[in-house]
């Protein structure tokens, strides 16, 4: 069973849903970011001509709806939108990177507790023969690294969606990670499976 497969598994019901707004928020949030770049260009070109109408003559419509503004004024109102459209990016994508750390820290919430339901329901002879403090530090150990894993999972993503691909080094990084998380989700399948 493929790695992914396995941590999908891993989450209840409630954090399925909860990655499904997530991956939504990703591409909203994607978009923003293709936005802002997009509009980039545009916005030189609107610094740089001395007359964007003769360039452009499908913008004389647009200008006459604004009064027919200056050079200046038309360079003014532009920056404007691009300071606009940017400082909305970045409170969008604050609130994605809280939303993606809310999602984690529920998702190591959650195996946190059913792991140790699933040491508490053992035998008294499960007990005897290990050290407590032993089962709760791999247990955090785990869920840490696990969590920790899964949320670098969650920037890469992101990343490669703003960009649009992942270069071979950063593949290479997220099979690593996969690959940690495909351990820590086979202990910790393990464990609740008992």
């Known amino acids: ?10 989450i209840d019901r409630d954090l399925r849903r909860a990655a499904a707004v997530l991956s939504g928020l990703m591409l909203a949030g994607m ?9 980039v260009v545009p916005a030189l070109a609107l610094l740089m001509q001395q007359d964007p109408v003769a360039k452009y003559p499908a ?6 709806h604004l009064g027919n503004p200056t050079r200046e ?10 300071v606009g459209v940017y400082a909305v990016k970045a409170l969008f994508l604050a609130f ?3 939303r993606q ?9 959650s195996l946190g507790q059913r792991l140790f339901a699933g040491y508490l329901k053992q035998p008294y002879t499960f007990h005897l023969q290990r050290n407590s403090a032993q089962l709760i530090r791999n247990t955090i150990h785990q869920l840490s690294s696990f969590a920790a894993t899964f949320q670098q999972e969650l920037m890469l993503l992101t990343e490669a969606l703003v960009t649009g691909h992942a270069s071979r080094r950063r593949i290479a990084w997220c099979d690593r990670c996969g690959e940690h998380a495909r351990i820590g989700a086979q202990e910790i399948t393990f464990v609740l499976r008992r």
């Open 1 to 10: 069973m493929p790695a992914a497969k396995k941590r999908w598994l891993l």
């Open 31 to 39: 978009f923003l970011e293709t936005l802002g770049l997009g509009l």
């Open 59 to 64: 913008m004389a419509s647009w200008l006459g």
């Open 73 to 82: 004024q038309l360079a003014i109102f532009g920056m404007f939108f691009l």
């Open 96 to 98: 994605l990177a809280w």
């Open 101 to 109: 750390s809310w999602f984690v820290g529920r998702l190591q919430a």
